[in-house]
T-cell receptor, first 113, second 112 residues
């Protein structure tokens, strides 16, 4: 069974631009969560989608948004990029809620110049 | 607000040693606790998942325990190998969704 895939793997943007990252969960998984990892703040939860609905949201500004499609694939968008948005963005998938192991993708490394 | 702390932040041991990594959390109302491994620049690999009703889980040379009442978990690695060198992260889920709160990690180096 294929694992969680994320595209692109690396991205360089400039301040003020916007970016869209994509995550394809493991086949059959309906929950997709997004995390931001930085050296200073560690791993922080962004949001979770389940069956196309946002189920949980972390403490990030409205510039960070996401969505989930009917095939469970998810995208996250960051508008008006800031230098501090440079990070490794990880997505995780699981079959359902709370009781299941979450499987992480390899991440998208975003550099904002 | 749930806070997760991992001690020590870094650990260096000779090959073959048994070791314990610690994780503590402030809110004992958790659904589960997971231990992950992260290699440099890579994603996270799930090692063990302990449900809130369980006390421990084992996989190969790894054993994780959970004490909800004291807000602690430990990851025991037996007979460490250089390939175990990585950052180990614990994370807790405190609601019915899949929102995980992570600790800062323990960076482990196993020297040959």
């Amino acid at each position: 069974k294929a694992g969680v895939t994320q595209t692109p793997r690396y991205l360089i943007k400039t301040r003020g631009q916007q970016v869209t990252l994509s995550c394809s969960p493991i086949s059959g998984h309906r929950s997709v969560s997004w995390y931001q990892q930085t050296p200073g703040q560690g791993l922080q939860f962004l949001f979770e989608y389940f069956s196309e609905t946002q189920r949980n949201k972390g403490n990030f500004p409205g510039r960070f948004s996401g969505r989930q499609f009917s095939n469970s694939r998810s995208e996250m968008n960051v508008s008006t990029l800031e230098l501090g948005d440079s990070a490794l963005y990880l997505c995780a998938s699981s079959w359902d809620r709370g009781m299941e192991t979450q499987y992480f993708g390899p991440g998208t490394r975003l550099l904002v110049l | 607000k749930q806070e997760v702390t991992q001690i020590p932040a870094a650990l260096s041991v000779p090959e073959g040693e048994n070791l314990v990594l610690n994780c503590s959390f402030t809110d004992s109302a958790i659904y589960n606790l997971q231990w992950f491994r992260q290699d440099p620049g890579k994603g996270l690999t799930s090692l063990l998942l302990i449900q809130s009703s369980q006390r421990e889980q084992t996989s190969g040379r790894l054993n994780a325990s959970l004490d909800k009442s004291s807000g602690r978990s430990t990851l025991y690695i037996a007979a460490s190998q250089p390939g175990d060198s990585a950052t180990y992260l614990c994370a807790v889920a405190t609601n019915a969704g899949n929102m995980l709160t992570f600790g800062g990690g323990t960076r482990l180096m196993v020297k040959p």
